[in-house]
């Protein structure tokens, strides 16, 4: 079919030009669901992307506003646009005749329009900064800033809590509380994040000292009882028989209070237990139990990976599902590992075992 002149109505030129594009989108989409892979299946996030800036392409062209919401923030968009254009240049050129220069250039300028108005995008140049090579230190950058106003949070909740600022009443107490463990979970989310991006190489202290098992059990239930009591849960403490070893006391305090949070949040009745247990003379192991819901088998194969997508049963300490990772880390650390007990509808058990030498003082 020979292509349009100047002659030839305007209806009909971009009508050619749509067809040329919906085959440079159908080029584009085939190419990259090849190059993602045919076991992996199509790219349904890609697809729509192509067809969004298709119809963005055409509104442009007719003068119209662009509907670009569709567009999710981290899809490629530089490199499917290039794709489309040189796809688009390729199927006008392969025409037996040379198409009408006015409506073809109204095409590629929208094309260059449409970039441009992606680009201006606040959230796309955001997601632009996290994809690039400076993405970890930005997201470090955030962290930091957040710790510093919650280390103001807890330092006065603190204080409120002990009476220093005056007499409380139970409410407020309770109130206190709740605010206490809300900010700690924050900061140490912020803390999370920061070691993990920096390899983790800090999540411990170097070399072991000594420490009070029953002191680390105490201080966790001293941040999470608020929660409990506001949930109506009970919290059960059990020390080892010989309290006083030598380890990363730190670490641990962290693990314990990450499972014990986590257990509270997934669990609505019953009980929340904290054990540490003899199991030698050197060594002990510890467990958080809950009566929660149970993890479900599909989620137990990636339950410590970190920032995974989540699903609306999905069980984790925050949307990052940074809190599992750091815990396992920590445990690995130790020289141990992270065992996970779990039933449905019956509760979780998470326990590992640690070589702690007794004091020398004993």
Not at 110 to 126: K, L, S, T, W
Not at 188 to 208: C, K, N, T
Not at 238 to 258: F, T
Not at 302 to 330: H, M, N, Q, V
Request: negative net charge; contains cysteine.
């Amino acid at each position: 079919m020979p292509w349009v002149d100047a002659d030839q109505p305007a209806e009909h030129a971009d009508a050619v030009l749509w067809r040329a594009l919906d085959g440079a989108a159908r080029l584009v989409r085939y190419e990259e669901n090849t190059r993602a892979g045919a076991a992996s299946g199509p790219d349904s996030e890609c697809d729509d992307t192509i067809d969004a800036l298709c119809t963005a392409v055409r509104a442009v062209a007719s003068e119209e506003t662009p509907a670009l919401t569709r567009i999710p923030p981290t899809a490629p968009v530089e490199r499917l646009i290039s794709r489309l254009r040189v796809a688009f240049i390729d199927r006008v050129s392969a025409l037996p005749e040379p198409p009408a220069t006015p409506p073809l250039l109204r095409v590629l300028r929208a094309f260059d329009d449409v970039q441009h108005i992606i680009e201006q995008d606040p959230g796309r140049r955001f997601a632009g900064r996290l994809a690039g090579p400076e993405g970890l230190e930005l997201i470090v950058e955030v962290a930091h800033d957040l710790r510093s106003p919650l280390s103001s949070i807890l330092f006065l909740a603190d204080t409120l809590r002990r009476g220093q600022s005056g007499p409380l009443n139970t409410v407020q107490e309770r109130q206190l509380g709740l605010v206490y463990s809300a900010a700690l979970g924050l900061s140490a989310m912020a803390s999370d994040v920061i070691e993990l991006a920096r390899g983790g190489d800090r999540l411990m202290d170097r070399h072991p000292v000594p420490f009070s098992v029953s002191d680390i059990l105490q201080s966790v239930r001293d941040v999470i009882q608020p929660m409990a009591e506001e949930k109506g849960l009970e919290v059960r403490l059990v020390p080892p028989e010989v309290d006083y070893r030598v380890g990363y006391p730190s670490a641990l305090n962290r693990v314990l209070l990450n499972l014990t949070t986590n257990a509270l949040k997934f669990t609505e009745r019953g009980t929340v237990e904290v054990i540490a247990k003899q199991a030698s003379r050197t060594r002990v192991e510890f467990s958080v139990r809950d009566t929660g819901r149970g993890i479900p088998d599909d989620v137990l194969a990636t339950l410590f990976e970190p920032f995974r997508r989540r699903t609306s049963t999905d069980y984790s300490f925050s949307s990052a599902g940074l809190g599992l990772s750091i815990c396992r880390k920590l445990v690995l650390a130790m020289g141990s590992d992270l065992q996970i007990d779990t039933a449905l509808g019956k509760g979780t058990r998470f326990s590992f075992e640690l070589e702690l030498p007794l004091e020398a003082r004993l």
